[in-house]
């Protein structure tokens, strides 16, 4: 059964600011490693994945992956207000009964004051 | 192209009441996932479908949650009897493929008194 964890649970930064999330999991096998993005009183959106191991930058946004540690994380360089949301990472195992399945973490709150 | 519709948006129901939630997901979008959203579970899959095919019945819900795929565009998520520990934002999301991302409907605020 996928385990996966989030880090920290809520965070407070000022605008501007280096933004760190982190995402543990427990299985091995999995392979498509995701954040995805809900603000309040909306849907959750995706907003990067990332499929091997290395880093991914996209605009402000920069998800690093180790599978080695089971473990990925978010960075968010000059954090807007527009930043604040919850934000959850997602894991993918693609082995038997489990493939396509999406196992979320429970979310780290991030607020992001101007 | 429409997004994924869920209908109602809001759902007051007493315990012991059968509710049904209704999806359409993305056209063309072969796997459908069902959700239950809560500030202490957080987000858990309560089914999955793949080309209308049940991958996933709920594990733990499946004694009175049922989700059905009527078609490939309609989905249903039963809930018999009601419970008051069922309330909860209930989330309906399509994807293409095991690879690709989830498109999350608005979601139905079901509160059971």
């Known amino acids: 059964q996928q385990n996966v964890q989030q880090s920290p649970e809520s965070l407070i930064v000022p605008e501007g600011a280096r933004t760190s999330l982190n995402c543990t999991f427990s299985d091995s096998a999995s392979q498509y490693f995701w954040w995805y993005r809900q603000h309040s009183g909306k849907a959750p959106k995706a907003l990067m994945s990332i499929f091997s191991n290395g880093e991914k930058e996209e605009g402000r946004f920069t998800i690093h992956l180790n599978k080695a540690s089971l473990h990925f994380s978010l960075h968010i360089r000059d954090s807007q207000p527009s930043d604040s949301a919850l934000y959850l990472c997602?894991?993918?195992?693609?082995?038997?009964?489990?493939?396509?399945?999406?196992?979320f973490g429970h979310g780290t709150i991030l607020r992001v004051h101007p | 192209d429409a997004g994924v519709t869920q209908t109602p948006r809001h759902e007051v129901a007493e315990k012991g009441q059968t509710i049904i939630l209704k999806c359409e997901p993305v056209?063309?979008?072969?796997?459908l996932f069902w959700y239950r959203q809560t500030k202490i579970q957080g987000l858990e899959l309560l089914s999955y479908?793949?080309?209308?095919?049940?991958?996933?019945d709920g594990g733990a819900f499946k004694d009175r949650f049922k989700a059905e795929m009527l078609n490939s565009s309609f989905s249903t998520l039963k809930i018999q009897p009601t419970e008051p520990k069922d309330s909860a934002v209930y989330l309906c999301?399509?994807?293409?493929?095991?690879?690709?991302?989830?498109?999350f409907g608005p979601g139905t605020r079901l509160t059971v008194l």
């Open positions: 997602a894991v993918t195992v693609m082995r038997g009964a489990n493939t396509g399945k999406l196992t």
């Open positions: 999301a399509s994807s293409l493929g095991a690879d690709a991302e989830q498109f």
């Open positions: 479908f793949r080309s209308k095919s049940l991958m996933e």
């Open positions: 056209s063309g979008h072969n796997d």
